[in-house]
C-alpha cells in the first residue's frame, strides 16, 4: 500500500472557475477526511466521510465546496466560483476505524493557487 | 468553540538544549495526537495519547497528556538539527461533534 494519494499536486486556476480534487485513501480505512491548510496556521477541519456517508461538514465549507464519497473509496472536494481566498493546501486523510482511535494518515496535499 | 493553543509558536535553539512545547485545549478530551510537518510536505504522525496520563517516548521526543489540566506537552531531550519542523498538537472531540482541531503548530529551529 502505497499511503494516501492525492491528485492534482498543484491546480492553478482563475478566480470564478470551479476545481476538483481527488483523494485516494489507504485501502479499506473507513474514515476520510479533508483539511484547509493556509500558510503558517494549522490544518483545518471540513468534512469527513465514514465509508459513503459524510457525517460532519464544518462551516468553513460554504455552499461553494461540495465533497462525495460516492463508494466508500476515493472521494472528491469541488470548489465551485474559486475565490482568491480559496488559495490553500488542501489536505486528505484516512483512518482505519470509526472513532478515529489512532493517527490519521495524511496525503501529500493539492495545493490550490486563485489568480 | 473549541480552541487548541501552542506555544510557543517559534522557537529558536541550539542544538543539545531540552525544550517543551504546549498545547492547552478548551473542551475536554482525551484523544490528543502531536504531528510533525517539513516545510511543504504533508504530515507526520509522531505521538497518539488516549488517555489522562498517557506518555509516549520516540527518540528524543517525549509527548504526555494531562486531561484535567487539559494540557500536553511535547518535550525535546538534546535537540539535533534534523528535529527542524513545525510541530502540530491536533485535539479529538470525538466525545461531542466528532472533529480533529489543530493547533496553530511550533515551528521549530535548531541551530547547530
Known amino acids: 500500500d502505497t499511503g494516501v494519494s492525492q491528485n492534482p499536486r498543484h491546480k492553478i486556476t482563475k478566480r470564478g472557475q470551479n476545481v476538483t480534487f481527488r483523494c485516494d485513501p489507504i485501502?479499506?480505512?473507513?474514515?476520510l477526511y479533508w483539511y484547509r491548510q493556509t500558510l503558517g496556521q494549522g490544518p483545518e477541519f471540513l468534512t469527513y466521510?465514514?465509508?459513503?456517508?459524510?457525517?460532519?461538514k464544518s462551516r468553513l465549507l460554504s455552499d461553494r465546496f461540495s465533497a462525495e464519497r460516492p463508494k466508500g473509496s476515493f472521494s472528491t472536494l469541488e470548489i465551485q466560483r474559486t475565490e482568491q481566498g480559496d488559495s490553500a493546501m488542501y489536505l486528505c486523510?484516512?483512518?482505519?476505524?470509526?472513532?478515529?482511535?489512532?493517527?490519521?494518515?495524511f496525503g501529500p496535499g493539492t495545493r490550490l493557487t486563485v489568480t | 468553540e473549541l480552541k487548541v493553543e501552542q506555544n510557543p509558536l517559534f522557537l529558536s535553539m541550539q542544538e543539545g538544549k531540552n525544550y517543551t512545547i504546549y498545547c492547552n485545549y478548551s473542551?475536554?478530551?482525551?484523544?490528543l495526537y502531536w504531528y510533525r510537518q517539513d516545510p511543504g510536505k504533508s504530515l507526520e504522525s509522531l505521538f497518539v495519547?488516549?488517555?489522562?496520563?498517557a506518555v509516549k517516548q520516540e527518540g528524543r521526543l517525549m509527548a504526555s497528556l494531562d486531561t484535567k489540566a487539559r494540557l500536553s506537552t511535547l518535550h525535546i531531550t538534546a535537540a539535533v538539527h534534523d528535529l527542524s519542523a513545525t510541530y502540530f498538537c491536533?485535539?479529538?472531540?470525538?466525545?461531542?461533534?466528532?472533529?480533529?482541531?489543530f493547533g496553530k503548530g511550533t515551528r521549530l529551529h535548531i541551530l547547530p
Open positions: 491536533a485535539v479529538d472531540t470525538w466525545n461531542r461533534d466528532d472533529k480533529i482541531i
Open positions: 486523510a484516512s483512518s482505519p476505524l470509526p472513532g478515529a482511535v489512532g493517527e490519521q494518515y
Open positions: 466521510f465514514q465509508n459513503e456517508a459524510q457525517l460532519e
Open positions: 485501502s479499506e480505512h473507513n474514515r
Open positions: 495519547l488516549l488517555s489522562n496520563g
Open positions: 473542551t475536554t478530551s482525551d484523544r
